[in-house]
Nanobody, 124 residues
């Protein structure tokens, strides 16, 4: 059964770090790429980091240099290391399999469902 479970969010101060984890069960992980999306209140969900099956990565300009996406193929897991967190980073973060190249808003997914997401809050 296809399922996504995200974890690792929390409350951090500006400049702090968090590491998000995603467990993808079923066939989701076999898609060409996995990615991390985020959705802030009142905003459209946006794709901020992507990693292909071969390990290639791509980042939205807003997180490039601060976030690092990685994957463990043996465990069907994807990770997002977030450093130097800023006040504009708070959102619910989700993982999924993007179905076309690029980052940003409006990137569709191979898997129609979503996990529960994990909340990231940045506040002093």
């Amino acid at each position: 059964q296809d399922r996504l479970v995200e974890s690792g969010g929390g409350l951090v101060q500006p400049g702090g770090s968090l590491r998000l984890s995603c467990l993808a069960s079923g066939s989701i992980f076999s898609n060409p790429a996995m990615g991390w999306y985020r959705q802030a209140p009142g905003m459209e969900r946006e794709l901020v980091a992507v990693i292909t099956n071969s390990g290639g990565t791509n980042y939205a300009s807003s997180v490039k240099g601060r976030f690092t996406i990685s994957r463990d193929n043996a465990k069907n897991m994807v990770f997002l290391q977030m450093n130097s967190l800023k006040p504009e980073d708070p959102a619910v973060y989700y993982c999924n399999a993007p179905s076309r190249p690029g980052t940003g808003r409006g990137i569709p997914t191979f898997f129609d469902g979503w996990g529960q997401g994990t909340q990231v809050t940045v506040s002093s």
